[in-house]
Antibody, heavy 117, light 110 residues
Framework: EVQLVQSGGGLVQPGGSLRLSCAAS????????MHWVRQSPGKGLVWVSR????????KYADYVKGRFTISRDNAKNTLYLKLNSLIAEDTGVYYC??????????WGQGTLVTVSS | QSVLTQPPSASGTPGQRVTISCSGN????????VSWYQQVPGTAPKLLIH???QRPSGVPDRFSGSKSGTSASLAISGLRSEDEADYYC???????????FGGGTKLTVL
C-alpha cells in the first residue's frame, strides 16, 4: 500500500524556519517525482514546489522562491521541505504528493504550519 | 485568486447528475491534461480523474471528466450523500512550470 506520512509542522514566529518531512513507503520512491502543495485556512490548493527522481531538478512557485528548499533522501525514502523567512501568509496545511499518470495520485495526510508571534 | 476558475458552489439532490466546470487558458488546460480531486474537509485530497477522463482504480464510474479547448468539466451522476465534498480541478501550466488549481467547488447534497 502506498503511504506518505508527514511530520514536522508546528507554530513558528515570523522570520523563523521549519523543516517538513514526508516518509514514503509501499512503492519505489526514487522512481517518482514529488510535489508539495499548500492549503491556507479555508482556501484552495496552491502548488509550492516539485523535485525529480534524484533531486537534480527542483522548481518553486514564485511566492516561495529563495525562501523554501525542496530536497529528498532516496536512501531514507523521505521528501523534505525547508521553510525559511516565514511570513504569516505561509500559514496553512502542507501536503506532499506523488506524481503518477501526470497527476498527484497519492497525498500525505498534511501537516499544519502556523506562522504567528 | 486561483489560475483556474471554478464555481464556488454546486448542489443537487440524491440521484441527480451535477456538473462542475473549470476554465483556464492556452497555457494550462488547452495544451495539457486536466485532473480532478475530491477533498472531504479535514482530509487530504483524493485523485478522482486524471488525463482528462481517466478514473483511477476504485473510483466509481459515476464520476466522469471531459475537456474541450480551454475548459473542462467533472460530472457526477447518481448523486449520493457521501459525494458532499470540495472538488478541485488541476492542470499543468507551461508558464508556471508546475501544476495550477481551481479555487474549488463545494458540492452540497440536499
Amino acid at each position: 500500500e502506498v503511504q506518505l506520512v508527514q511530520s514536522g509542522g508546528g507554530l513558528v514566529q515570523p522570520g523563523g524556519s521549519l523543516r517538513l518531512s514526508c516518509a514514503a513507503s509501499g512503492f519505489t520512491f526514487n522512481n517518482y517525482w514529488m510535489h508539495w502543495v499548500r492549503q491556507s485556512p479555508g482556501k484552495g490548493l496552491v502548488w509550492v514546489s516539485r523535485i525529480n527522481y534524484d533531486g537534480s531538478i527542483t522548481k518553486y512557485a514564485d511566492y516561495v522562491k529563495g525562501r523554501f528548499t525542496i530536497s529528498r533522501d532516496n536512501a531514507k525514502n523521505t521528501l523534505y521541505l525547508k521553510l525559511n523567512s516565514l511570513i504569516a501568509e505561509d500559514t496553512g496545511v502542507y501536503y506532499c504528493a506523488r506524481v503518477e499518470v501526470g497527476a498527484l495520485d497519492h497525498w500525505g495526510q498534511g501537516t499544519l504550519v502556523t506562522v504567528s508571534s | 485568486q486561483s489560475v483556474l476558475t471554478q464555481p464556488p458552489s454546486a448542489s443537487g439532490t440524491p440521484g441527480q447528475r451535477v456538473t462542475i466546470s473549470c476554465s483556464g487558458n492556452s497555457s494550462n488546460i488547452e495544451g495539457n491534461y486536466v485532473s480532478w480531486y475530491q477533498q472531504v474537509p479535514g482530509t487530504a485530497p483524493k485523485l478522482l480523474i486524471h488525463r482528462n477522463n481517466q478514473r483511477p482504480s476504485g473510483v466509481p464510474d459515476r464520476f466522469s471528466g471531459s475537456k474541450s479547448g480551454t475548459s473542462a468539466s467533472l460530472a457526477i451522476s447518481g448523486l449520493r450523500s457521501e459525494d458532499e465534498a470540495d472538488y478541485y480541478c488541476e492542470a499543468w501550466d507551461n508558464s508556471v512550470s508546475g501544476p495550477v488549481f481551481g479555487g474549488g467547488t463545494k458540492l452540497t447534497v440536499l
